[in-house]
T-cell receptor, first 114, second 112 residues
Framework: DAGITQSPRHKVTETGTPVTLRCHQT?????MYWYRQDPGHGLRLIHY???????DKGEVSDGYSVSRSKTEDFLLTLESATSSQTSVYFC?????????????FGPGTRLTVL | SQQGEEDPQALSIQEGENATMNCSYK?????LQWYRQNSGRGLVHLIL?????REKHSGRLRVTLDTSKKSSSLLITASRAADTASYFC????????????FGQGTRLTINP
């Protein structure tokens, strides 16, 4: 998977608890992305980063925050998890802008919020 | 609403047959990408076709782009069981944006 790992791979949590998902890359790519995948919605962009400490919102950013303090790590935080955030979360990276370059995806994290 | 929308939502064919999937989009694009997702895995990039290209090949894959109709097609020739997967098209949401928007995908099943 192009040197991308996600942790944890599976997590079950309760409503109202904070959750942090980690994406780690060894490719030194500038751009990193967080998507969620739900039946009937395909992949939707949550947040993305275009460099260390440089992030921007995606299509479905409400309820999520991100941080990127190092090139290789991109963290996704759910401050107070809700059942609607039950989903499969994918991290992706690209060397250049996603619209001009292929993206490489991690294996995904399956999150269940009870 | 989705920028790219695949058609059909599901396709089931016999091994050895060709599979064709279509993608339609709403606004002008810089390029269009196709990805494959095997069950339980992340997406894998297949091919990128730029707005000034009409056709592109990669192995058994053939992608066409018709910007006048705002549509693209992905053809997989001589299908194999290993081609069973979901296939997604992705485009930039608008020419000024720098983010990809994915369709909901076509679920392809190759029957032995």
């Amino acid at each position: 998977d192009a040197g991308i790992t996600q942790s944890p791979r599976h997590k079950v949590t309760e409503t109202g608890t904070p959750v942090t998902l980690r994406c780690h890359q060894t490719e030194n790519h500038r751009y990193m992305y967080w998507y969620r995948q739900d039946p009937g919605h395909g992949l939707r962009l949550i947040h993305y980063s275009y460099g260390v400490k440089d992030t921007d919102k995606g299509e479905v950013s409400d309820g999520y925050s991100v941080s990127r303090s190092k090139t290789e790590d991109f963290l996704l935080t759910l401050e107070s998890a809700t059942s609607s955030q039950t989903s499969v979360y994918f991290c992706a990276i690209s060397e250049g802008l996603a619209v001009l370059n292929e993206q490489f995806f991690g294996p995904g994290t399956r999150l269940t919020v009870l | 609403s989705q920028q790219g929308e695949e058609d059909p939502q599901a396709l089931s064919i016999q091994e050895g047959e060709n599979a064709t999937m279509n993608c339609s989009y709403k606004t002008s694009i810089n390029n269009l990408q196709w990805y494959r997702q095997n069950s339980g895995r992340g997406l894998v990039h297949l091919i990128l076709i730029r707005s000034n290209e009409r056709e592109k090949h990669s192995g058994r894959l053939r992608v066409t782009l018709d910007t006048s109709k705002k549509s693209s097609s992905l053809l997989i020739t001589a299908s194999r069981a290993a081609d069973t997967a979901s296939y997604f098209c992705a485009t930039d949401a608008d020419r000024g944006a720098q983010k990809l928007v994915f369709g909901q995908g076509t679920r392809l099943t190759i029957n032995p």
